[in-house]
């Protein structure tokens, strides 16, 4: 067994990337959100953010999209495009870029999103082409969606320079800081650096999916960043809503439910506890599971971490949330895989196994690692 | 001709893949094997992974661990990470590490570099010179404990007892992506005539070419632009050809 | 058509292994002079001094073994690196001793200008293209302080520049070597293994 740290107000774990403690063992996510209810002074960012509106509103009596809202179908981006309608009276531009494998009830709430008063731009990708990328993602880097996190920040900058819509706004505050009032946030451009840095990309870059398996430049032109002077030239604009708006996910979900959100009714999503997350794609639970085996924690983990902070749960009820639900075997996301990817189950599991942190999980003299009846690893470590 | 030669670097802390600024404040930046793939399927020229916590928490780097990173590679592969005894530098070569990185072993007991040259071929070793500047001109040998040593002396009695190759890190321009300390880089160059990988600052293609133009460097190592920026090591390497400077460039895919 | 990784106790044997496998040739890595009787195919590796392998070798029956088993005529041998430096008659490393004696030929340090050792990537330049065949790509990755220079010019299968032509590969019937590291040569250093098994002896 290894000892493991965890966070002492959330169940966050030391192994999480990006995540240091304090002296009182609390972590940086924990102290970055005491910070954002304290010290930030919410009433000057909402005027900032407002400000930020009023510059960029395309003038009455002309056709036009005052902003480009990127969207998923989920609850966040589905909030953020009806705070830009109904409370900041703009008509944006929501900007889909399709999902892998979409569920009903993930193509039932984009429909909404058109039936609540706006127009959607819905990217279908070139789907032979999205596949290798799937299947190699898969096994360069562990992550099946990884040509997913590039197409969902790729095709909406994509959008914004080729409709002239120079105002992007974007959900929650990501790692980096990136907000401030109308003079600062010019220089917000959300360019190809941040996007390697914080999209998820695991070190990967498009120009290395070049030539694999065949894929040609012009193939995978949906994930070619715009340029800097591209960007320039439009004056593209990234915001974050949740550095203006004190982000509460509860509270918006039961904002959008008004508007037709549905949300999963028959028990949560694989790999967690909530029924309001993820639900737009049938394989998450695998990207998930994945996030489990390379650093002992996943989705359970996350979400409880957030209902913590925000008083929902305490610390005791999250450990047995995470105890209950987090890094189970992902049965149902693992059959749409191997139907997807035409891999049988013995490799897709060769592949997991690959990237499975051996310090966290117990193995056998072997070398290969143990499973309960379920399928589930086994933790070499406790969480506490 | 020989080629110039761009080196990923990766440190370890027995966990995940970490990158440091200046030597502290380490960012956990990934998993190990995904980070190996990467560069594998890159065709890059060398790769060199280091436990950079190894000595410090008294363990030894776990050898089956790397064994797998090792298995991702067909290139070279430079492993370091508490290097204590002829053993330990077996160990290693048999599990597949080309050339191993010695560093505290090295400060501590420099006869330590010319007893591995004679046992295992001067080829396999190579010491790490991590130099920070002391503001007079000079560098001095950073370690976590002081040293009180001057890096360019240290460096010449790396030559003298042997080492095939040194791995020259600048601690002041480490994870800051501003560029690297090209004086440092000279001034080593003129002092031995072993094999220098210069590390520390590269955070972009054109600091590369600045390196390679200011001093006469064969060999560039770098961690925190290739997690941080879109840039891999082709985009360096086109750099670095268009200028002149002889590249070896291979095609994508496997 | 079995192939055996000779173990005399100095060599990446791990590499050059993992290397066959990513080919697909079967093989074994052994220390006994029958093995090595019995192969068809012999894999020669090395890493550290002339002297030193050469005593590992001889003191273990391995080098009579090898002579022998070359001499029947249908067996063929790829040294590689320090492995091919021992097919020489002579090496000077660290002092003056007797190699495998199989190519004609010295072992000398590596004197020019540059730093040594040759470390790093360098192109071949071809003159026996037999195990070569078609590249893409030239350059193979070289690490060493000595090179051999073969009596007859026609044994030199390529050169590299390095401060004027080293030596990079040598061939002489079944025997072939490579001073450069074919197992850490990525696609190119793959295409020559894969040629060379394809060869019969």
């Known amino acids: 067994m290894i000892d493991l740290r965890y966070c002492s107000k959330c169940v966050f774990p030391e192994s999480k990337p990006d995540l240091f403690f304090d002296e009182q063992g609390v972590c940086s996510a924990c102290i970055g959100a005491a910070k954002k209810a304290g010290e930030i002074d919410w009433e000057q960012r909402r005027k900032d953010f407002f400000s930020i509106v009023e510059h960029y509103r395309k003038p009455e009596g002309q056709p036009g999209w005052d902003c480009l809202v990127p969207v998923s179908g989920g609850k966040d981006s589905t909030y953020q495009a009806w705070f830009l309608k109904n409370e900041c009276g703009m008509n944006p531009l929501c900007v889909c870029f399709e999902t892998t ?164 009714e028959d028990g949560p999503v694989e790999g967690t506890y909530t029924n309001y997350e993820n639900l737009d794609e049938k394989m998450h639970g695998l990207h998930d599971y994945l996030k489990f085996v390379k650093y002992g924690f996943g989705r359970a983990t996350d979400h409880a971490c957030i209902d913590i902070r925000n008083n929902r749960l305490t610390r005791e009820e999250g450990l047995k949330l995470v105890k209950q639900y987090d890094g189970k075997y992902p049965h149902l996301s693992i059959n749409e895989f191997i139907k997807y990817s035409g891999m049988s189950k013995a490799d897709i599991d060769a592949i997991i196994d690959s990237f499975t942190n051996p310090l966290l999980f117990q193995r056998d003299e072997h070398g290969a690692f143990l499973k309960d009846e379920a399928g589930n690893l086994i933790r070499n470590y406790e969480v506490r | 001709m020989l080629k110039v030669r761009i080196i990923p670097v990766l440190t370890f802390n027995g966990f995940a893949l970490v990158k440091t600024k200046q030597f502290g404040n380490p960012r956990m930046v990934g998993n190990p094997i995904q980070a190996a793939r990467v560069f594998n399927s890159r065709n890059v020229d060398e790769l060199v992974f280091t436990d950079i916590t190894a000595t410090y928490s008294g363990r030894k780097i776990n050898l089956p661990f790397v ?163 879109q840039f891999t090591s082709y985009d360096i390497k086109k750099k670095l050809g268009d200028h002149g400077f002889p590249a070896r460039f291979m095609a994508a895919g496997n | 058509m079995s192939c055996v990784i000779i173990n005399y106790g100095m060599g990446n044997l791990a590499s050059v292994s993992k290397a066959l496998r990513k080919i697909g040739v079967a093989h074994s890595i052994s220390a006994h002079p029958e093995e090595v009787m019995a192969a068809h195919t012999l894999v020669l590796p090395g890493v550290g001094s002339f002297q030193a392998a050469m005593e590992n070798l001889n003191s273990s029956g391995l080098s009579d073994a090898i002579r022998m088993r ?60 037999t195990y070569f065949g078609e590249l893409e790509d030239l350059d193979f990755y070289f690490v060493h302080s000595y090179h051999f220079v073969p009596q007859n010019e026609a044994d030199i299968a390529a050169t590299t520049d390095y401060g004027g032509p080293v030596v990079a590969a040598v061939q002489r019937g079944p025997v072939f070597g490579c001073q450069f590291h074919p197992e850490k040569s990525q696609r190119s250093g793959l295409k020559v293994l894969e040629h060379f098994f394809a060869q019969n002896a």
């Open chain 1, 101 to 264: 494998n979409i569920t009903e009830l993930g193509q039932r709430n984009l429909d909404n999103l058109s039936d609540m008063g706006m127009d959607v731009v819905y990217f279908k990708k070139n789907h032979p082409a999205y596949k290798k990328m799937v299947v190699e993602g898969f096994k360069r880097v562990g992550d099946e969606m990884w040509p997913n996190h590039l197409g969902i920040f790729t095709i909406p900058v994509m959008v914004a320079v080729k409709f002239g819509i120079p105002l992007i706004v974007w959900g929650e505050n990501p790692q980096k800081e990136y907000g401030g009032p109308l003079e600062s946030i010019k220089n917000n451009v959300l360019d190809r650096a941040w996007l390697e840095e914080f999209g998820g990309l695991l070190g990967n870059r498009i120009q290395d999916m070049v030539g694999v398996d065949g894929l040609t430049e012009r193939e995978l032109t949906p994930y070619f960043y715009p340029s800097e002077e591209e960007l320039k030239k439009v004056g593209i604009v990234s915001v974050f809503l949740g550095h203006y708006f004190f982000w509460d996910a509860r509270k918006q979900l039961e904002i959008v439910k008004q508007h037709g959100f549905s949300v999963k």
């Open chain 2, 67 to 229: 064994k797998e990173v090792i298995d991702e590679c067909f290139m070279p592969v430079t492993i370091g990470g508490g290097i204590r005894t002829p053993d330990d530098i077996n160990d290693l070569l048999k599990i597949g590490a080309d050339k191993v990185l010695i560093k505290n072993m090295a400060i501590n007991n420099r006869s330590f570099i010319g007893e591995a040259a004679r046992l295992f071929g001067a080829q396999c070793i190579s010491v790490a010179v991590d130099a920070r500047r002391t503001g007079d001109g000079r560098w001095e040998l950073y370690s976590k404990t002081p040293t009180g040593l001057d890096a360019l002396e240290f460096v010449k009695m790396v030559e003298q007892e042997g080492a095939g190759e040194i791995i020259l890190t600048s601690v002041d321009r480490d994870g800051m992506m501003q560029g690297f300390d090209t004086e440092l880089v000279q001034q080593v160059l003129q002092t031995v005539n072993t094999p220098v990988v210069a590390v520390g600052g590269g955070g972009s293609p054109e600091h590369f070419l600045e390196l390679f133009q200011k001093t006469s460097i064969k060999a560039a190592g770098a961690s925190a632009i290739f997690y941080f920026t």
């Open chain 3, 70 to 129: 070359l001499g029947s005529g249908d067996a063929k041998l790829l040294g590689i690196c320090l492995g091919m430096q021992l097919l020489a008659d002579t090496g000077f490393e660290p002092e003056r001793c007797s190699g495998l004696g199989l190519i004609p030929g010295e072992v000398r340090a590596l004197e020019c200008d540059l730093p040594v050792p040759h470390m790093g990537w360098n192109n071949l330049d071809i003159k026996n293209p």
